[in-house]
């Protein structure tokens, strides 16, 4: 059977929010880092849809504003966080350095991109002020840059 990293983490014991190295690929020189940034603790809490969705968006544009080299920001299926995939090495307190600075943007912001039938595949499920409560949430409580001890 394959081995699926996420799948082999503890959810029970993980202390969210926070940012961690999950896994990284080397193919000759190119180097690909994945990153879990939790926002909320697993198996008790979880994003609503609208709020992931919209939450997606925001952090797809504006992290790339604080990041060299995202490929791509995805939702994860249990809806308490984001998973990050970046061309070459970064620091977890870079990631968490940048992702509060957006996370303070969002709390703030009027503004979702990429709204409109013709830019997203469910336009009709979006939150900004969902979006905008969780982050919040996730800034009072602080981003810890270890999963399994509230270090900030």
């Known amino acids: 059977m394959a081995r699926v990293e996420s799948f082999e983490l503890d959810h029970n014991t993980v202390k969210a929010p926070y940012v961690r190295l999950a896994g990284t690929e080397k193919n000759g020189e190119a180097l690909i880092e994945k990153y879990d940034l939790r926002f909320l603790q697993p198996n008790e809490d979880e994003l609503p849809t609208a ?8 952090l797809a544009v504006n992290l790339r504003d604080h990041l060299e080299g995202i490929i791509d920001i995805s939702p994860m299926g249990c809806r308490t966080g984001f998973y990050m995939i970046m061309w070459n090495e970064h620091s977890p307190k870079e990631i968490r350095d940048a992702l509060v600075n957006v996370l303070n943007f969002i709390a703030e912001t009027d503004f979702v991109p990429a709204v409109s039938a013709k830019e997203c595949g469910n336009y009709k499920d979006h939150s900004l002020f969902s979006a905008q409560e969780y982050a919040k949430i ?14 900030l």
Do not use: W, Y
């Open 138 to 151: 996730v800034l009072a409580k602080g981003i810890s840059l270890d999963p399994f001890e509230r270090v």
């Open 51 to 58: 709020a992931v969705h919209t939450l997606e968006h925001l």
